[in-house]
Structure formats: structure tokens, C-alpha cells
């Protein structure tokens, strides 16, 4: 099965009918500016932070409301998970920081025609 990305147990892509469209990789390089009153401020490193994820999607019916459904699941277990994207590579552990759903187009049944969302993830280094 052909996948964009899978978080544990989790998988986002097509054949799910939860694929993303945007994925934003942050990384913090550890630089911090220390102000000083006479000149200009001086940079210090303080070591490198945790790498985030911003991963950005919309889907449809209510196969989205369940795929959300799934990922909170995944969220209220509350460990890190392994992130593997759909070329075998191994991103090592995340947490599930947010998950953000906004629901339009919704019929008189309660079901959101379509689902915008965002999952944002953060590194997680504690090994």
C-alpha cells in the first residue's frame, strides 16, 4: 500500500483518503541573541532545539471526522511515535503536539463535506 508518510500506526496518504497537501519541517539551530544595552546584541549558541512538523491537509465526508478520530486516539495515548515516510526513511520518534480540525459545508446530519486539518508534530529526543 502506497503511503505519504506513516506515525506508528497511522498512515497518511491517498489510499486512505487522508492525504496532506503541505508539510512544513522546522529546525531550531540553537543560536539565541543576548541583548546589550551598548551595542549591538551578541549571538550565544545554547545547543541545537527539537526539530517540528507542521503537516496540512483537506478531506472529505466523514472518513475525515474518523481519520482525526484516530489520530486523538493516538494523541491521548500520550508516548512517542515512529515517523516513517513513504520512501522507507526513518524520522525517528514524535510527539503529537496539536490537532486541528475545521469542519465546512456541513449537511443537516452533522457530517462536514470537507475538513481542513493540521497535525503538528515535535521531536522527540529523550533517548
Do not use: C
Not at 77 to 97: F, T
Not at 105 to 123: C, Q
Amino acid at each position: 500500500m502506497r503511503q505519504q508518510m506513516a506515525l506508528g500506526s497511522f498512515i497518511f496518504g491517498l489510499s486512505r483518503n487522508f492525504a496532506y497537501h503541505q508539510l512544513v519541517h522546522t529546525s531550531d539551530g540553537g543560536w539565541k541573541n543576548i541583548d546589550i544595552l551598548t551595542s549591538k546584541p551578541k549571538s550565544s549558541q545554547i545547543g541545537q532545539g527539537l526539530q517540528g512538523l507542521t503537516i496540512t491537509g483537506k478531506s472529505m465526508y466523514a472518513t475525515a471526522m474518523d481519520r482525526l478520530d484516530e489520530l486523538r486516539a493516538l494523541q491521548a495515548q500520550r508516548v512517542p511515535l515512529p515517523l516513517v515516510d513513504g520512501i522507507g526513511r526513518n524520522w525517528g520518534l514524535w510527539q503529537i503536539n496539536n490537532v486541528t480540525e475545521t469542519q465546512t459545508a456541513i449537511i443537516d446530519d452533522g457530517t462536514a463535506m470537507v475538513v481542513g486539518w493540521v497535525v503538528d508534530l515535535k521531536e522527540f529526543a529523550n533517548a
